[in-house]
């Protein structure tokens, strides 16, 4: 895609490659970036300091930097920028690049690097970045010419935010910010092989209502990549009410339908509920809206749906068969999609067969098998609990982030949703350590907005230096940290299929252990509030003095029983037709 100089582009100066990258930011819009200087970065930070346009908050630690941005992206729906310096600090880089990778999130991740003449000679801080990500980015640039900054940055941003979003990754040598050059805005853009798909095949959009007209037992099946296109509720809500079908979301579409809609059955998968699950296992036709076919939604792929033709619609052509073939493949912008096949839908009239038994079952298997939870008998808080009441006190525009395990799986169950953008997660990479960086992002991002982030006592200490870039940066979100004591859904494994042998999963952090640490002590030591909560009776005191809290960061350590496990479940290798609702229980369907 190219676009031309306008009759209004800036008259060109001679600039350093570092002011040129600073100004290409600001051109594009940029507000906020998350980084770390060092050496190979340095003259970018020069002029950075006189911007008045473009806030820097250094982060403790670069996978901060390229977490939070990720969390900025979600909240906001503008690309996450992240900085870097070369060697380690680029490579600290590395896993929220690749988490972005596997969620579609729009990010830049720029880094410094050593000069053009000395790359490849084992320098101080040399790394290859470009090679080290390029499995998975979205794409990325060695710029080596200070003439050629703002055509990359200026495409950098194009990639990331159109068509399937994605991280890529711009590094700079240190002789390109130091060079100087004519800045010229806006720059011509050069992405040969680059294109965005067109308007949706009408005949296939015909096709797959057609489809819909015959079908006795369709699932919509949402995935993230509604989320990431900004369909609006109103928009997904008439094709849901127009095609009168259930639908399921999944981890990263939380929060793109209303939780309390009647039609919604919940999250599919290994730890989906047994409406969802059960739902598509028993459908005649599955309709994938911007979902990937992930294995952790379908358990083994050849026993997923096995009854049911697929539609599937994604912007990305590589999806679409991947895992399983679609009987009628439509490749498009879900903005462009959903409308067009509402209309297709309703078009049909009365050709349509009736779907009321159809709902009627999936509601008798939501009655009967609701999320719920059976108390251990240590007497200690239930995880399950703390999210329910934590979820209750919550203003209803809270946005909501997670680390990665067995809080993340309950949180999935237990809040309720009511607008978009108010969810953040790792799902593909699961990621530990993603949630505070996360929930910095989008706090910065929407400052508007209440940010809690529901972690565990294993996550959280891996990126909890964050506080102090919270607490410094007057960035105040609220954790509540699920202790239960263990890297929680190890031990749930261990349990299950290792004969209760809980080796290197006890973190000392919890109930009858020595806290080490102790988490209010090192809240405070950050310079946030510290509170904790052991007993049932205290849980809505605690929970609202942290709510009434919001001049700093606030992290609640509430105690909680490490023998608490995430039901429904599908083990690992099995078909999804084996859902265990409680332990050793599987649910009874309608036709056995």
Same mark, same amino acid.
């Given at each position: 895609?190219?676009?031309?100089?306008?009759?209004?582009?800036?008259?060109?100066?001679?600039?350093?490659?570092?002011?040129?990258?600073?100004?290409?930011?600001?051109?594009?819009?940029?507000?906020?970036?998350?980084?770390?200087?060092?050496?190979?970065?340095?003259?970018?930070?020069?002029?950075?300091?006189?911007?008045?346009?473009?806030?820097?908050?250094?982060?403790?630690?670069?996978?901060?930097?390229?977490?939070?941005?990720?969390?900025?992206?979600?909240?906001?729906?503008?690309?996450?920028?992240?900085?870097?310096?070369?060697?380690?600090?680029?490579?600290?880089?590395?896993?929220?690049?690749?988490?972005?990778?596997?969620?579609?999130?729009?990010?830049?991740?720029?880094?410094?690097?050593?000069?053009?003449?000395?790359?490849?000679?084992?320098?101080?801080?040399?790394?290859?970045?470009?090679?080290?990500?390029?499995?998975?980015?979205?794409?990325?640039?060695?710029?080596?010419?200070?003439?050629?900054?703002?055509?990359?940055?200026?495409?950098?941003?194009?990639?990331?935010?159109?068509?399937?979003?994605?991280?890529?990754?711009?590094?700079?040598?240190?002789?390109?910010?130091?060079?100087?050059?004519?800045?010229?805005?806006?720059?011509?853009?050069?992405?040969?092989?680059?294109?965005?798909?067109?308007?949706?095949?009408?005949?296939?959009?015909?096709?797959?209502?057609?489809?819909?007209?015959?079908?006795?037992?369709?699932?919509?099946?949402?995935?993230?990549?509604?989320?990431?296109?900004?369909?609006?509720?109103?928009?997904?809500?008439?094709?849901?009410?127009?095609?009168?079908?259930?639908?399921?979301?999944?981890?990263?579409?939380?929060?793109?339908? &209303?939780?309390?809609?009647?039609? @919604? $059955?919940?999250?599919?998968?290994?730890?989906? =509920?047994?409406? /969802?699950? +059960?739902?598509? %296992?028993?459908?005649?036709?599955?309709?994938?809206?911007?979902?990937?076919?992930?294995?952790?939604?379908?358990?083994?792929?050849?026993?997923?749906?096995?009854?049911?033709?697929?539609?599937?619609?994604?912007?990305?052509?590589?999806?679409?068969?991947?895992?399983?073939?679609?009987?009628?493949?439509?490749?498009?912008?879900?903005?462009?999609?959903?409308?067009?096949?509402?209309?297709?839908?309703?078009?049909?009239?009365?050709?349509?067969?009736?779907?009321?038994?159809?709902?009627?079952?999936?509601?008798?298997?939501?009655?009967?098998?609701?999320?719920?939870?059976?108390?251990?008998?240590?007497?200690?808080?239930? &995880?399950?609990?703390?999210?329910? @009441? $934590?979820?209750?006190?919550?203003?209803?525009? =809270?946005?909501? /982030?997670? +680390?990665?395990? %067995?809080?993340?799986?309950?949180?999935?169950?237990?809040?309720?949703?009511?607008?978009?953008?108010?969810?953040?997660?790792?799902?593909?990479?699961?990621?530990?350590?993603?949630?505070?960086?996360?929930?910095?992002?989008?706090?910065?991002?929407?400052?508007?907005?209440?940010?809690?982030?529901?972690?565990?006592?294993?996550?959280?200490?891996?990126?909890?230096?964050?506080?102090?870039?919270?607490?410094?940066?007057?960035?105040?979100?609220?954790?509540?940290?699920?202790?239960?004591?263990?890297?929680?859904?190890?031990?749930?494994?261990?349990?299950?299929?290792?004969?209760?042998?809980?080796?290197?999963?006890?973190?000392?952090?919890?109930?009858?252990?020595?806290?080490?640490?102790?988490?209010?002590?090192?809240?405070?030591?950050?310079?946030?509030?510290?509170?904790?909560?052991?007993?049932?009776?205290?849980?809505?005191?605690?929970?609202?003095?942290?709510?009434?809290?919001?001049?700093?960061?606030?992290?609640?350590?509430?105690?909680?029983?490490?023998?608490?496990?995430?039901?429904?479940?599908?083990?690992?290798?099995?078909?999804?037709?084996?859902?265990?609702?409680?332990?050793?229980?599987?649910?009874?369907?309608?036709?056995?």
């Amino acid at each position: 895609m190219a676009r031309q100089d306008t009759p209004n582009a800036a008259v060109p100066e001679v600039m350093t490659g570092a002011e040129a990258l600073v100004r290409s930011l600001e051109e594009l819009g940029v507000t906020d970036i998350f980084g770390m200087p060092g050496g190979a970065i340095l003259p970018f930070y020069d002029p950075l300091l006189a911007s008045s346009r473009i806030r820097h908050v250094l982060v403790r630690h670069e996978q901060g930097a390229g977490h939070a941005a990720q969390g900025y992206a979600l909240a906001t729906g503008r690309p996450g920028v992240c900085v870097a310096t070369s060697g380690p600090g680029a490579t600290n880089l590395i896993t929220p690049i690749g988490d972005a990778h596997m969620d579609s999130v729009p990010m830049v991740a720029i880094t410094g690097q050593v000069s053009a003449g000395s790359i490849g000679t084992d320098a101080f801080q040399e790394a290859d970045v470009i090679g080290s990500t390029m499995p998975f980015v979205k794409h990325s640039f060695l710029v080596s010419d200070p003439a050629e900054i703002p055509e990359r940055i200026a495409e950098a941003f194009h990639l990331a935010s159109t068509g399937r979003p994605g991280p890529v990754v711009v590094d700079v040598t240190k002789d390109a910010q130091v060079g100087t050059a004519e800045f010229r805005w806006p720059p011509r853009l050069s992405l040969p092989g680059y294109s965005l798909p067109g308007r949706p095949n009408q005949r296939r959009i015909e096709q797959a209502a057609e489809v819909l007209a015959h079908a006795q037992r369709p699932v919509l099946y949402l995935g993230g990549g509604l989320a990431r296109a900004g369909i609006a509720t109103e928009a997904l809500t008439e094709l849901i009410d127009t095609l009168g079908a259930p639908f399921v979301t999944t981890l990263t579409a939380l929060d793109i339908m &209303p939780t309390d809609h009647p039609l @919604h $059955l919940g999250m599919p998968g290994m730890h989906g =509920t047994v409406p /969802a699950v +059960g739902a598509l %296992q028993r459908a005649d036709v599955v309709v994938s809206l911007g979902a990937r076919f992930d294995d952790r939604v379908t358990g083994r792929p050849d026993t997923f749906a096995r009854r049911a033709a697929v539609i599937h619609v994604d912007i990305d052509p590589a999806e679409i068969s991947k895992i399983r073939t679609a009987d009628v493949p439509i490749v498009g912008d879900l903005l462009d999609v959903v409308p067009a096949l509402t209309a297709a839908i309703a078009a049909q009239g009365e050709e349509r067969v009736s779907l009321e038994p159809w709902v009627a079952e999936v509601a008798d298997v939501r009655r009967r098998y609701p999320i719920a939870w059976t108390d251990t008998d240590d007497g200690v808080l239930q &995880p399950q609990e703390v999210i329910t @009441h $934590l979820a209750a006190g919550a203003p209803r525009d =809270t946005i909501w /982030a997670t +680390g990665v395990g %067995q809080h993340q799986m309950w949180a999935a169950h237990f809040l309720g949703f009511n607008q978009p953008r108010s969810w953040l997660t790792s799902a593909g990479a699961g990621t530990m350590g993603y949630g505070v960086p996360a929930a910095m992002g989008a706090k910065l991002g929407r400052p508007d907005r209440p940010v809690w982030l529901i972690d565990g006592d294993g996550c959280f200490q891996m990126t909890n230096q964050e506080l102090a870039t919270c607490v410094l940066n007057d960035i105040p979100i609220k954790v509540a940290i699920i202790n239960n004591s263990s890297l929680g859904m190890v031990r749930q494994w261990q349990t299950l299929f290792y004969g209760q042998r809980y080796s290197n999963t006890d973190l000392h952090t919890g109930s009858g252990t020595r806290r080490v640490p102790d988490f209010v002590a090192l809240a405070q030591a950050y310079g946030a509030v510290g509170l904790r909560c052991e007993r049932l009776e205290n849980l809505d005191d605690v929970i609202a003095q942290a709510n009434a809290i919001n001049d700093r960061p606030v992290v609640v350590d509430f105690i909680c029983s490490a023998d608490a496990q995430v039901w429904p479940m599908v083990a690992a290798g099995v078909s999804n037709d084996e859902i265990q609702h409680a332990l050793g229980m599987s649910p009874a369907w309608e036709e056995e």
